[in-house]
């Protein structure tokens, strides 16, 4: 038996960034049949992107692209077409926070998962929906940090935000509401002060505020007391 040729297996495969394919070579003699001892085979990238090792284990790396993979033996090779893609990042865990903010801020989080690492996404949120007026803003927007970030709010009501995964060129979204409930915070009484006669009288009045300075939709139940004076 004369080495003829050598067949690399897979003759072609697709791969995501980062991933890996395991290829084997097999030679053959003159009549086509299988060596029966198999040379030891050098692997060699003789083209594009990614690594292969001596075992022929191929490495896609972190660019895309396409790879020629070479296993020779005798001054004999075969090749394998190794093809690189980007996969779109992935929602690895949704888009959270409080369901209900009795403050005014919150956390909001996500995380994504990409073929190119988790290190390379970008997180940029934004509003969807929220009451008239509503304005939050975040400490963090637009980066990998964005995963966590702090909205503050300027009033109540309920806020959708949409937060996009990039990689750089793919992406993918998750969304989150969050209820910001009116939290009694002060009280005003009208008229501030005033000035009577004895065995005179005047009606007071109160107003609860919510956290933002805006008078409570549903007014609570006022306790009146004297504290102090005639």
Do not use: C, H
């Amino acid at each position: 038996q004369t080495i003829s040729g050598i067949l690399v297996s897979p003759g072609s495969a697709s791969l995501n960034l980062n991933g890996t394919r395991a290829l084997s070579a097999l030679a053959y003699d003159q009549f086509g049949t299988a060596m029966s001892t198999q040379p030891t085979f050098t692997w060699s990238r003789t083209s594009g992107v990614g690594n292969v090792n001596s075992s022929g284990l191929y490495s896609a790396g972190t660019t895309a692209g396409s790879a020629t993979i070479t296993a020779s033996a005798s001054g004999i090779s075969g090749s394998a077409a190794m093809t690189v893609t980007n996969a779109a990042p992935t929602i690895a865990t949704p888009a959270a926070g409080p369901s209900t903010v009795t403050g005014n801020s919150a956390t909001l989080t996500v995380l994504g998962a990409d073929d190119g690492g988790e290190a390379g996404l970008t997180y940029s949120w934004s509003l969807t929906s929220g009451p008239t007026g509503g304005t939050p803003s975040l400490s963090v927007n637009g980066t990998n940090g964005a995963k966590s970030t702090v909205v503050t709010f300027n009033r109540a009501g309920s806020y959708t935000f949409l937060v996009t995964v990039s990689d750089g060129s793919l992406t993918t979204t998750s969304s989150v509401t969050l209820t910001v409930s009116q939290t009694l915070t002060t009280i005003g009484v009208s008229p501030a002060s005033s000035t009577l006669s004895a065995n005179g009288s005047e009606t007071l009045s109160a107003t609860g505020y919510d956290q933002f300075g805006a008078a409570l939709t549903a007014q609570p139940t006022f306790t009146w007391t004297k504290t102090a004076g005639n």
